[in-house]
C-alpha cells in the first residue's frame, strides 16, 4: 500500500520511489476491480499484488531508452510478476496512471501544509495574546498615523492564516481527484466501476468528466493557494524587516550566540530569515503563474504542463512547508521592544493624537471645516519646533474657546486608543 509520510519526509512524496510506488498501487487496484466484475480471476490480482514490483535504477534506464516513462515503468513491472502482467494496465492510458498518482501526491503534501499552517496560526495566537495591551504607533504610508496594539499585527496574521487554511483545504479537495478514463477520456475499453474503484481506494474523488487528462485549472489553484500563503508569510517578513530597522528598532529577528551578520561590519544583526522568507515567496507567486498556463491544452490534451508540473508542484509544496517552518520558528522567537515602541509613539511630540482633538472639537460645536484648519496649524507649527503639541494647543486661544485645560489632557489619553482591542479579539476568536 502507499506510505503516507510525516511533514520531515515531505520531500521524500515527490521521489521517484514513491512515485512509482503509488503508480503500482493505481495498476493494481484497478485489476481488483476487474476481478470483482468477474473480468479476470482473483488468483490473477492475487498473484500481481504479491509479485507485483520495480527498481527505479532500471526504469529510469529503460526510459532512457525508450524515451516514455509509463511504458518503461510497465516494461520493468512485468519483470517481476511474469506472464500475468499482461493484464495490468489493460484499456488505461498514461496519464489515468500520471495523473491520478499526481492527485495523491497533491493530497500528501497538502495535508502536511495544512499541519504547518495549523501550527503557525497557534504561535500567531499565542504572541496576539502576549502583547495585546502593548501599544505601538500604527503607520499609514509608512508615516506615524495612530497609536495602536502591537498584538493587533499578530491577530491580524492569524486571522490571515485562517483564510489560507480554508482556501487549501478547498483547493485540495479541488485537487484530490483520480481518473481511469482512458485515451480520450470516454471509458470505450474501461468501464467506469474501475475508476470509481481506484479512487475510492487512494482517498480521492472520482473526475466527473476528463478528456485524457485531469483538467489543471484544478492545479493551478492548488498553486495559488500556496503562492498565497507564501504572500502572507512574505507580508509578514516585511512588517518585521520594517520594525528591526535600526530607527524604528521595535522588534528583531532572534540573533543566536556566535551568530554573525556582516563580513565588515562586526556589529550588524541583519533580518537575514526574513529577507529569505519574501525572497522565496516570490518563487511560489512565479510558480502559481506557471500553474494557470498550463490550463490551455490542445484539444483533449498535450504534455505542454507536464515538464512544468514536475517542476512547479514538488518546488511549490517543500518550498511552502520550508517557508512556514521558517516563520513559525521567525514569529516564535521574535524579540520584541515595548519600550522603544513608547518611544516612537513620543517621537512626534503627541501629534498622533491629532484626530482626537479634531474630533473633541467638534463635539464641542466646532464646524469641521474650521477644526481641521485649528489643529493643522498647530501641528505644522510642532513639525518646525519640535514642541510639546499638547502645551501648544493650550496655548491657541481660539482651540481654548471650545476645549478646556482638562478636557485638552483628555485627548492624549494613550489608553482609550486601545479601548476597543478587547472586541476586536473576541470578534476574531482569538482568545
Known amino acids: 500500500m502507499i506510505k503516507r509520510y510525516s511533514r520531515e519526509e515531505l520531500e521524500k512524496i515527490w521521489s521517484d520511489e514513491n512515485r512509482f510506488r503509488i503508480w503500482l498501487e493505481i495498476e493494481i487496484l484497478a485489476c481488483e476491480a476487474r476481478?470483482?466484475?468477474?473480468?479476470?480471476?482473483?488468483?490473477?490480482?492475487?498473484?500481481?499484488?504479491?509479485?507485483?514490483?520495480?527498481?527505479?535504477?532500471?526504469?529510469?534506464?529503460?526510459?532512457?531508452?525508450?524515451?516514455?516513462?509509463?511504458?518503461?515503468?510497465?516494461?520493468?513491472?512485468?519483470?517481476?510478476?511474469?506472464?500475468?502482467?499482461?493484464h495490468i494496465h489493460y484499456g488505461m492510458t498514461s496519464s489515468d496512471v500520471l495523473d491520478t498518482a499526481l492527485a495523491v501526491q497533491m493530497k500528501q503534501s497538502g495535508e502536511i501544509i495544512l499541519q504547518d499552517i495549523e501550527k503557525f496560526i497557534e504561535v500567531l495566537r499565542k504572541r496576539a495574546i502576549e502583547f495585546k495591551n502593548t501599544p505601538c504607533i500604527g503607520r499609514s504610508h509608512g508615516i506615524h498615523a495612530e497609536p495602536t496594539s502591537f498584538g493587533l499585527k499578530f491577530a491580524l496574521w492569524c486571522e490571515e492564516m485562517r483564510r489560507n487554511k480554508k482556501r487549501l483545504e478547498n483547493a485540495l479537495e479541488n485537487a484530490?481527484?483520480?481518473?481511469?478514463?482512458?485515451?480520450?477520456?470516454?471509458?470505450e475499453h474501461l468501464e467506469p466501476y474501475v475508476q470509481n474503484y481506484v479512487c475510492e481506494k487512494l482517498g480521492l474523488k472520482?473526475?466527473?468528466?476528463?478528456?485524457?487528462?485531469?483538467?489543471?485549472?484544478?492545479?493551478?489553484?492548488?498553486?495559488?493557494?500556496?503562492?498565497?500563503?507564501?504572500?502572507t508569510l512574505d507580508k509578514i517578513a516585511v512588517e518585521i524587516r520594517h520594525l528591526q530597522r535600526t530607527e524604528v528598532s521595535e522588534a528583531e529577528e532572534f540573533f543566536s550566540k556566535g551568530q554573525k551578520g556582516s563580513s565588515a561590519m562586526p556589529h550588524k544583526r541583519n533580518p537575514i530569515v526574513s529577507e529569505q522568507i519574501s525572497?522565496?515567496?516570490?518563487?511560489?507567486?512565479?510558480?502559481?503563474?506557471?500553474?494557470?498556463?498550463?490550463?490551455?491544452?490542445?484539444?483533449?490534451?498535450?504534455?505542454?504542463?507536464?515538464?512544468?508540473?514536475?517542476?512547479?508542484?514538488?518546488?511549490?509544496?517543500?518550498?511552502?512547508?520550508?517557508?512556514?517552518?521558517?516563520?513559525?520558528?521567525?514569529?516564535?522567537?521574535?524579540?520584541?521592544?515595548?519600550?522603544?515602541?513608547?518611544?516612537?509613539?513620543?517621537?512626534?511630540?503627541?501629534?498622533?493624537?491629532s484626530q482626537t482633538v479634531l474630533l473633541a472639537l467638534t463635539k464641542k460645536g466646532c464646524l469641521r471645516e474650521i477644526a481641521y484648519r485649528l489643529v493643522q496649524k498647530n501641528a505644522m507649527e510642532v513639525w518646525k519646533t519640535k514642541e510639546?503639541?499638547?502645551?501648544?494647543?493650550?496655548k491657541d486661544s481660539e482651540i481654548r474657546v471650545y476645549l478646556s485645560v482638562e478636557e485638552l489632557e483628555s485627548c492624549f489619553d494613550l489608553k482609550k486608543s486601545l479601548k476597543h482591542v478587547d472586541y476586536i479579539f473576541t470578534v476574531a476568536k482569538i482568545e
Open 176 to 187: 484530490s481527484v483520480g481518473q481511469i478514463s482512458g485515451a480520450v477520456g470516454t471509458f
Open 206 to 231: 472520482a473526475e466527473t468528466v476528463s478528456t485524457q487528462v485531469v483538467q489543471r485549472d484544478r492545479h493551478a489553484e492548488f498553486l495559488v493557494a500556496l503562492a498565497l500563503i507564501g504572500t
Open 35 to 86: 476481478a470483482k466484475a468477474g473480468e479476470i480471476p482473483e488468483n490473477v490480482v492475487k498473484n500481481i499484488r504479491e509479485k507485483a514490483n520495480f527498481n527505479v535504477e532500471k526504469i529510469l534506464e529503460i526510459e532512457a531508452e525508450v524515451k516514455h516513462d509509463v511504458i518503461a515503468f510497465l516494461t520493468n513491472v512485468a519483470e517481476f510478476v511474469g506472464e500475468d502482467s499482461v
Open 279 to 353: 525572497g522565496l515567496a516570490r518563487i511560489l507567486r512565479t510558480n502559481a503563474l506557471a500553474g494557470m498556463e498550463n490550463v490551455a491544452l490542445w484539444h483533449e490534451r498535450d504534455i505542454s504542463h507536464s515538464s512544468v508540473e514536475r517542476i512547479i508542484l514538488p518546488d511549490s509544496t517543500i518550498l511552502t512547508n520550508y517557508l512556514l517552518n521558517k516563520s513559525i520558528s521567525l514569529v516564535a522567537n521574535l524579540l520584541v521592544y515595548p519600550e522603544n515602541m513608547l518611544k516612537n509613539i513620543n517621537l512626534t511630540n503627541g501629534l498622533v493624537f
Open 388 to 394: 510639546n503639541f499638547k502645551e501648544v494647543l493650550k
